[in-house]
């Protein structure tokens, strides 16, 4: 296969923050793939939305790119979710608005912005609160969404990987109580509340369990750090001010990876591709 196109998913790590294209590790990649890029991450992405976004790219342009695209999905935080709303204000903007259980929680107030999604969303808070608050019920969506991107893709004979971008998505054992590992060392895990007795059921919709975990987080969803982009870039930063006394991977771009971080991201990525997709990335002399 000959790799023209290198097409990405994910969110404000993907598109690129206040950096643009330099803050993106999609644009860093392509560059020393020599292959032109086409990049869908979209800044506060959910999971949802990532999908949506794949399925959407693919089945609309796909006489032109199926067959010579290589695609790679920074997966979002599962906390965040799309929520559809009545934009009555202006039509030209999305009806679509993701939320996170911190920007709908009762005692918090929404970022003030005249912006109609926002107005909304300040509104319906104490609403939306009871249904977008579970982490469980959030990482199963997450989880339906990564086997409905892998299936689509492999269905399609579409080369991929995927990486976690700021939350790892694997649960943790703690104390025999399972938890979804907050985005870096600094922030706290999520306790998700198994309250099942048989996990197995397709009665229940259940999606968490080792053996489906363990399908969606198979040799081409990138792991080779043990931790998602956010919390390696946590842990590069934390080097640097011991070292330096100053943050050198965020720094020019509001706490995202900067063209440094970016880059080097990128190269990690290279050096996995290469093991897992020697015909492409080698052979062809991508790399």
């Known amino acids: 296969m000959t790799v023209k196109n290198l097409i990405t998913f994910g969110c404000s790590f993907t598109e690129g923050h206040e950096m643009g294209e330099l803050g993106s590790w999609a644009y860093h990649l392509s560059k020393k793939l020599h292959v032109n890029l086409i990049n869908r991450g979209k800044g506060g992405a959910s999971n949802e939305?990532?999908?949506?976004?794949?399925?959407?790219?693919f089945e609309l342009n796909s006489n032109h790119i199926?067959?010579?695209s290589f695609v790679i999905i920074q997966?979002?935080?599962?906390?965040?979710?799309?929520?559809y709303f009545n934009n009555i204000e202006n039509d030209l903007y999305s009806r679509w608005t993701?939320?996170?259980?911190?920007?709908?929680?009762?005692?918090?107030?929404?970022?003030?912005?005249?912006?109609?999604?926002f107005k909304w969303l300040e509104s319906h808070k104490k609403s939306f609160y009871p249904f977008f608050s579970s982490a469980e019920a959030s990482l199963h969506k997450t989880y339906?969404?990564?086997?409905?991107?892998?299936?689509?893709?492999?269905?399609?004979n579409i080369p991929y990987l995927f990486f976690d971008g700021i939350n790892d998505h694997r649960l943790i054992n703690i104390n025999n109580l399972l938890y979804l590992k907050g985005s870096t060392p600094k922030n706290p895990n999520f306790k998700i509340e198994l309250n099942h007795t048989d996990y197995f059921s397709l009665n229940?919709?259940?999606?968490?369990?080792?053996?489906?975990?363990?399908?969606?987080?198979?040799?081409?969803?990138?792991?080779?750090l043990n931790m998602s982009m956010n919390e390696w870039l946590y842990e590069q930063n934390q080097k640097c001010i011991?070292?330096?006394?100053?943050?050198?991977?965020?720094?020019?771009?509001?706490g995202h990876p900067n063209d440094l971080a970016s880059s080097e991201w990128a190269k990690l990525l290279i050096d996995y591709l290469k093991k897992i997709y020697p015909k492409i990335f080698v052979k062809s002399n991508l790399i």
């Open 75 to 83: 997966w979002s935080e599962c906390l965040r979710q799309s929520v």
């Open 66 to 68: 199926k067959n010579d």
């Open 144 to 156: 339906s969404n990564m086997i409905l991107a892998k299936n689509y893709l492999e269905n399609n």
């Open 98 to 117: 993701q939320i996170t259980p911190e920007s709908i929680h009762p005692t918090n107030s929404v970022q003030h912005n005249e912006n109609s999604e």
């Open 204 to 224: 229940q919709f259940y999606l968490i369990n080792n053996k489906i975990i363990s399908n969606i987080y198979d040799d081409k969803f990138y792991t080779e």
């Open 242 to 254: 011991s070292q330096h006394g100053h943050d050198t991977y965020t720094n020019g771009n509001g």
């Open 49 to 57: 939305l990532i999908l949506n976004n794949l399925i959407g790219e």
